[in-house]
Structures are given as structure tokens and as C-alpha cells.
């Protein structure tokens, strides 16, 4: 592997994510130079006493200046207008990249708005943790995990590369998706469990005949399962929504339109639909997760006593 | 605490829950005998082979007889044929207790059934994992979980208190409840999260443009989180959802009207009200599980920097 070293990176937005790069760029000595650009002045104290950048700049345009690289990691909404202004900025023959959660919109507005002589690969890691801010960051969150990356029409294979490498060595797969596919893809693995979870833990809230103490104590039920990505970071999770509205309202409608089907079902004391239901689901799971996960054990063993 | 020992305590069903009940039994020698009954004779083979009953009964009355306590352990709707068939083959004195994840169902059941002579304890262990049968049971499966009783108006307190001393040496914390808000409060935090898994997890595998394999790979992003409980006995949720219709057709009802707001927002692409809601949500999940967590490392850092 080409294990090429660049001068200068500049990552802005240092959030959970923005300073997860940091952390793994210093790591594994990606580059001579880690720049961190954030609007917020606390979050760059905070990133200068953790010392995971090699400096900080409280200017958009400088932070920029002669880097090899420009990742932005901020929340989807504002990526194109950080772009946007860093447009004359970028140095000629760099990569700007992003880490969004939706690509459709932000392949879009690079589709609108040119950015001669720069390798625009929109991309996205899917990693994260329900926790915001640069303090929780950790250089090993993307490992095992898969980036994907869907780069604009005139990007070098040599940018692709690059930047495939450095997401290798911090440990990811990499894949290439069309942006429209990458969102439907995310609606229902991502997006739509996040919408769920957001609105089963206010819902618990809003219950007036059940204490908060009672949501705590039973919710080893199955309810604590929703709660841990129901604090994720409102203003990301806005911006996803905004972003990818029509992918989300359409696995939202047939998620509404399925669980009403159930509704109905058990409304009517269908307990063969249920059952049907419910058996599909699992064999749904125990398809999907199968693959040496340990899974079957009453099969396996025997299968063992046959033989 | 008192650590009597019974002479003889039978559990029906030996599926996860019930052969769980037999190991602990065993592990912390709570009585001198324990017999095991299943209606299928595979399962009380498996459970033969396991070692962690005494003997094993494939006749209802016979397994119950001189039996200080009998545990039915299958599934809800089962719960009352049981035990409208074991009416007559209970010791005086003895306790009849069950592990249903309804309750309501079953108090009326036994209200309208009176036990002469018997104490009656319907009971939920509110734990359990997603895998069914006899080879998945695990002694330490109630430990530190919630048992929620339900008693009928009858029984003695010495009752009460022996099975609840069983429950404290299984690891567990007893709370005495009224069944109908057992209920309610379930529904939320057991019923309806896990309504929604199946129905997640089901309509992925609807869409026809997104392969099992994607669902797969980025189920990271937040799916995976649904997918573990939405593989859970198919037949036992047909139950749950059958008898506790009510409860969740209420919290459903309620969930769907947020959810539909929610599409709303997202379709006038109103983000102030997305921003706001899941503000809440993150500060009750915070407020919910902040109790000794480690979390707010943020605030607590700030808090050692001032002082």
C-alpha cells in the first residue's frame, strides 16, 4: 500500500467525527501538518488542549491555504455554504471532502457549482456514536466500519486513491455508490431508526400515567435498545432530514403504512397475521446476520449428534 | 433472609425463561426437586440431556403433584389452559405463578377462576434475550433485571414473601404491581419497541430496490440496534400483542400520530420543529439515564477546570 504522506490537512468542523479524523490522521502520521478550523471558539480551545491538531484557525479561508486535503465535518445543511466560501481557496490539485450523512444534496450543489482544478469526492462514514463534541472523539471509531464515497464525474483515479488509502489505513472499507442510492440505502438503515427512536422516547415522556422512574426500571424490555441513538446530535439529525427528505418520507410512509397493517391485526385478534409476521421477521434476521455469527446453535449441535 | 428449601417445585415450559428458572434453581439449591414438564418431547429430551431438572414429565397433572410451587413458563395465551387444566392436581397451600409478559389478562383469568387453597402469583421477570429454547436458558439471566408481581387479593404474605426471597436469591429486584398499569407501562416499554423492530426489520426486506446485503453492511448507522430483539419468539409476541390489545393499540395509536407530525415537519421541511423535538428527546434520555452513567463528561470537565 502506498503509504504517501501529505503535507497539510486541513479537517473543519471538530465535532465527534471532525476530531475523530484528527485523532486517527495524528495516529497514523497521515501528514506533516493537521489543521482544525471550527466557528465555535470553545470547541478550538477544547481541540487545543487535547492536542490532537498540529493548529488551529479561527479563519474558514486561511485553515484552507495549501492544504492537500479539506475534510468538512459539519452538519449536511451547512456543507455547501462552508464549500461555498472556501471555493477560490482550495489549492489546486486537492481533495475537498466532506462527511455527511446524505450525498444526494451535496453531490448536487457540486454538480451546480464547479470547483476547477479540486477533486470533489463527497463521502460519508458510516460510524458514529450518539455522543457530540470533540471530547468524545476516538481515532478507532471508523474501524470495521465502511465509508462510502460518491465522488463527482471529474476527480482523478489518483485523488480516489488517496484518499481510499487513508480510509483503509484508519481502518474502513471503502465502497463507491450513486449519491440517489446511497440515501435510499441510509432512509431505511440509518435515518428512519433515528426518526423512530426520536419519537419513542418522547413519546414515553409524554405519557401522563407513567412515571419517568418506571421508563428507567423496565426498560431493559426492549426500550433501552431505542434511547442510546435518540440523544444523537439534534442540529445533524435536522439536517438529514431536510437533506433527504423524499427518500425518508417514502420508507417513512411504508413504515407507517406497515405498522398500520399491524394495528389492524392486532385491533382485530388476527393472530395468524401476527405470527406470519413475525416469523418472516425473524428469518429476515437470522438470514441477514447468519454468516459465522454464532447463530443456531440448536442446529449445530444437532447436527453434530447426527453425524 | 430465609432461606427455605421446597421439596418440590415443577416448571412448565422449558423454553428460554423456563429453563433459565431450572438452572438457577439448581445452582442456588432452592429445592430438593425439580421437575420439568413441556408438551413437546424434543424439548424435554434437550432438557434431559442438560441436566437441569430432575426429572422430566411429559404429563401435565403428574408433574404438578406434592409441587410447593409451579412456575408455568409459556407462552401468555397458553398461560390460562394451563392452569384451568391444573386446577384440581395443585397442593393446598401451594403457589401457582406464571412469567408472562401481560398481566391483566391473566389476573382476569384468575378472578374469574378462584384456586381454592392456592396461592396465586402471576409474576413477569422482565428480562430475557432474543433467542428461544431450552439450550439458550443461562442462570444469571435475572440478575439485577426487575420480577414484577401481580398477586390476586388472597393470597398469604408468607406466599408472597417465599417467592419473592426466590426471585432476590435469582439476582433480581421484586415490585409488586397493578396489573393494568403493569400493562400500560410494559406496552411502552416493551410492547411497542418491539411492535416496531419487527416491522423495520420486515420492511427492508420490503424494498425492492436495496439489496440484503446493504441492509447489512450499513446497519451500523442505527439498524442494527432493531434487528436483535426483532428475532425474538414469534409465537410469544403473537401472544403478548393478543392480550394486551389495548395498552398497545394505545401507545401505537400515539406513536403514530408523532411519527405522522414528524413526516410532516420533514415534508414543509419545518426544522425548528425537528430541532426542538429532538432537543427534548436528547435531554430526557439524558435526564433518564444520567443517574451515575459517566455521562456529561463534557459538564463534569468544565466543573473540575473552574473549581
Excluded at 13 to 39: M, P
Excluded at 104 to 121: A, K, L, P, Q
Aim: aromatic share 8%.
Amino acid at each position: 500500500m502506498d503509504n504517501k504522506t501529505f503535507k497539510k490537512i486541513t479537517v473543519i468542523g471538530l465535532g465527534l467525527i471532525g476530531s475523530s479524523i484528527c485523532r486517527a490522521l495524528k495516529k497514523y502520521r497521515i501528514t506533516n501538518k493537521i489543521v482544525g478550523y471550527d466557528k465555535n471558539q470553545q470547541v478550538l480551545e477544547k481541540v487545543k488542549n487535547l492536542n490532537i491538531v498540529d493548529s488551529i484557525s479561527s479563519n474558514l479561508n486561511d485553515s484552507v491555504l495549501d492544504s492537500d486535503i479539506v475534510f468538512i465535518c459539519t452538519p449536511v445543511g451547512s456543507i455547501p455554504i462552508i464549500a461555498k466560501d472556501l471555493q477560490n481557496s482550495l489549492k489546486n490539485g486537492s481533495i475537498l471532502t466532506d462527511t455527511g450523512s446524505v450525498k444526494g444534496s451535496i453531490c448536487d450543489f457540486f454538480r451546480t457549482n464547479h470547483f476547477e482544478g479540486v477533486n470533489v469526492i463527497p463521502s460519508h462514514p458510516v460510524a458514529g456514536t450518539e455522543k457530540s463534541g470533540p471530547l468524545h472523539g476516538f481515532h478507532e471509531l471508523f474501524i470495521g466500519r465502511w465509508c462510502i464515497f460518491t465522488p463527482m464525474a471529474n476527480v482523478s483515479q489518483q485523488a480516489i486513491n488517496d484518499l481510499k488509502n487513508i480510509w483503509t489505513i484508519f481502518g474502513s472499507k471503502v465502497e463507491i455508490m450513486d449519491p440517489t442510492h446511497h440515501d435510499l440505502v441510509l432512509a431505511i438503515t440509518s435515518h428512519l431508526p433515528h426518526l423512530i427512536s426520536f419519537n419513542i422516547v418522547g413519546l414515553a415522556n409524554d405519557i401522563e400515567k407513567i412515571k419517568e422512574s418506571d421508563v428507567v426500571k423496565y426498560s431493559a424490555g426492549g426500550f433501552r435498545d431505542f434511547t442510546r441513538i435518540a440523544s444523537s446530535n439534534p442540529i445533524m439529525w435536522r439536517d438529514v432530514f431536510l437533506n433527504n427528505k423524499e427518500a425518508v418520507i417514502e420508507v417513512l410512509g411504508r413504515f407507517i403504512e406497515d405498522l398500520s397493517a399491524l394495528q389492524k391485526a392486532i385491533r382485530w385478534e388476527d393472530g395468524d397475521f401476527l405470527e406470519e409476521k413475525f416469523i418472516n421477521t425473524r428469518d429476515i434476521r437470522n438470514k441477514i446476520f447468519s454468516a459465522g455469527q454464532g447463530e443456531f446453535e440448536d442446529e449445530k449441535l444437532n447436527k453434530i449428534k447426527k453425524s
